[in-house]
């Protein structure tokens, strides 16, 4: 098991090392395996790599988010702007009519909502808006519509598992109520996490997913 101080150059290094981010603007603590990353980013996409870069190392227990975006003269748009660009692209990368998802822009902030089959098409939602000019922050709030039974999302999520060689597969249960999916168990990595996520999520019907898994190294 890694200790702080080496969790925390490891994270500094990852940092370093994702291209999308300046590293030496990010501060880095460490406590019981529970980092925070703190300081000044100039894009939300560049936050959102900051995250991820830090979820990819061993050991990190927990992240707590402390980073703030400011835009530059440059970057700053009006509400209005950034809401119009948003459906705007919505409209041109999305398979999905116009008006199924919703946008609203407050301080540069942007919810989405709405009702979808799948979740890549929430997912891909967010992801259109992300690198969009002006964008301090993302909140997803589109809605799945569950389409199929308790029985068959269980089914199908676990038959995922075992067909993507997810190692814990045998330690991760399934727990299905409506189109809510709660996982348990242990794992041992973030990316084993995120494999066992991403195949509930990829299931027909599922609009929740609770993750209470462990990470046991």
């Known amino acids: 098991?890694?200790?702080?101080?080496?969790?925390?150059?490891?994270?500094?290094?990852?940092?370093?090392?994702?291209?999308?981010?300046?590293?030496?603007?990010?501060?880095?603590?460490v406590k019981h395996g529970v980092v925070t990353l703190a300081g000044e980013v100039g894009s939300y996409t560049e936050k959102w790599n900051a995250e991820r870069a830090a979820q990819r190392v061993s050991g990190v227990k927990a992240l707590a988010i402390e980073l703030k975006v400011k835009l530059?003269?440059?970057?700053?748009?009006?509400?209005a702007e950034i809401a119009e660009s948003a459906k705007n692209i919505l409209a041109w990368s999305s398979p999905l009519?116009?008006?199924?998802?919703?946008?609203m822009a407050e301080n540069g902030w942007l919810t989405l909502s709405g009702d979808v089959e799948?979740?890549?098409?929430?997912?891909?939602?967010?992801?259109?808006v992300r690198k969009l000019s002006g964008v301090t922050g993302v909140s997803n709030q589109?809605?799945?519509?569950?389409?199929?039974?308790?029985?068959?999302?269980?089914?199908d999520i676990e038959a995922a598992l075992k067909r993507r060689a997810v190692a814990d597969a045998k330690t991760i249960a399934v727990d299905v109520s409506g189109g809510d999916v709660t996982l348990t168990g242990t794992v041992h990595s973030w990316a084993e996490r995120?494999?066992?996520?991403?195949?509930?999520?990829?299931?027909?019907?599922?609009?929740?997913?609770?993750?209470?898994?462990?990470?046991?190294?």
């Open 72 to 79: 530059s003269a440059i970057g700053q748009r009006s509400d």
């Open 1 to 29: 098991m890694k200790t702080d101080l080496q969790l925390q150059q490891d994270v500094m290094a990852e940092l370093k090392w994702e291209p999308a981010v300046h590293a030496a603007q990010i501060g880095v603590e």
């Open 142 to 155: 589109i809605a799945i519509k569950p389409s199929l039974s308790a029985t068959v999302v269980k089914s």
């Open 194 to 217: 995120e494999l066992a996520t991403r195949s509930a999520w990829g299931t027909a019907g599922v609009r929740n997913v609770v993750d209470r898994m462990s990470l046991v190294y």
């Open 97 to 103: 009519p116009a008006e199924t998802i919703k946008v």
């Open 118 to 128: 799948w979740q890549y098409q929430r997912q891909d939602a967010a992801d259109s």
